[in-house]
């Protein structure tokens, strides 16, 4: 069974008179493990399209099923319930708290969740070691590089142990050989075992994904399976083997 599976879903949003069709009749199923890059120019509707995958909006008319469950028609609470059990999001621009510690940046979900604090810190701890900050825990953001920042923005997302990792414009506030390191987590995350979904309009960043699929004037135009660029292999300055063409999907 998919993971998440999207059925002619369309979201209209209303402006006066006018009516604007952000997303029109899109379909689309993801399964377990999959790590897939959305791709489209601005106004494209790859955004909209995230929200509705991330349960951060509902779509107008159409289905969708979350790990079997129909949450198009969920109440705001209900959706929120179900979003954060299951999905961990990642955003350009960080969206750390300043005056707080990468630790205390990444307890921040358990401490709305109610998790008591000597639980909360246990898994914070965990997470920012799983991507690498064991030794930065007590830095805040002004001390960590932007890659460092990304990082800890990673770890909140991952606290929760969700199943899926969403990814708006990760690295597009960063230069890109720290691209390339957030890349080789995403992949690194992904063989662990979670789904990771990004939104990228950087073809170098999609070119570390599995499975493109292409977004334009609210519609998916293509949806491609290729061989993914290693970011590993990149990090170490070797010219990864080229990849064959991609296979569209019907």
């Known amino acids: 069974m998919a993971l998440i599976d999207i059925r002619d879903v369309t979201k209209v949003y209303r402006m006066g008179d006018m009516e604007v069709r952000a997303l029109d009749g899109v379909s689309l199923s993801v399964e377990p493990g999959e790590l897939l890059a959305i791709m489209g120019a601005s106004g494209s509707g790859k955004s909209t399209l995230m929200n509705v995958l991330g349960c951060l909006d509902r779509p107008t008319s159409g289905t969708y099923l979350l790990d079997g469950q129909d949450v198009s ?105 720290t691209s390339v390191e957030i890349m080789a987590l995403f992949q690194e995350l992904n063989r662990a075992g979670i789904t990771v979904t990004l939104v990228t309009h950087e073809a170098d960043v999609a070119a570390y994904a599995a499975r493109v699929v292409h977004v334009r004037d609210g519609r998916i135009v293509s949806d491609e399976r290729q061989t993914p660029r290693d970011a590993r292999t990149a990090m170490a300055g070797a010219t990864p083997p080229t990849a064959p063409g991609p296979e569209v999907r019907p």
């Open 73 to 177: 028609r969920l109440s705001r609470d209900a959706l929120a319930v179900t979003r954060n059990r299951t999905i961990g999001f990642v955003f350009q621009s960080f969206n750390l708290l300043s005056r707080t510690s990468a630790l205390e940046n990444v307890e921040l979900p358990l401490l709305y969740a109610g998790v008591p604090r000597r639980e909360r810190v246990r898994l914070a701890e965990a997470a920012l070691a799983r991507v690498g900050l064991g030794e930065r825990m007590d830095h805040h953001p002004n001390q960590l590089s932007g890659g460092q920042q990304q990082r800890v923005a990673v770890a909140r997302a991952l606290v929760s142990n969700p199943r899926i990792l969403m990814a708006d414009e990760p690295t597009g506030n960063l230069d890109s050989k």
